[in-house]
């Protein structure tokens, strides 16, 4: 699964607050679990499908 954080104010991506990104990190985490890199998101070349 991939996401973002948009902020409401500007309507742009934004970063996590450090408070947020703390506790995500706390989290347990299951068996196979890891952190995308960029290199990951393109290793297959494949664009999402516009769903609506």
């Known amino acids: ?3 973002a ?3 409401l ?3 742009q991506l934004t970063g996590l ?3 947020l990104l703390k506790r995500f ?3 347990e985490k299951p068996e196979g ?7 990951d ?3 297959f070349a494949k664009r999402p499908k516009d769903l609506a």
Request: no cysteine.
């Open 17 to 19: 607050r450090d408070e």
């Open 9 to 11: 104010e500007t309507r």
């Open 1 to 3: 699964m991939m996401g």
């Open 25 to 27: 990190a706390q989290i």
């Open 33 to 39: 679990f890891r952190i995308l890199t960029k290199e």
């Open 41 to 43: 998101t393109r290793k």
């Open 5 to 7: 954080w948009i902020s």
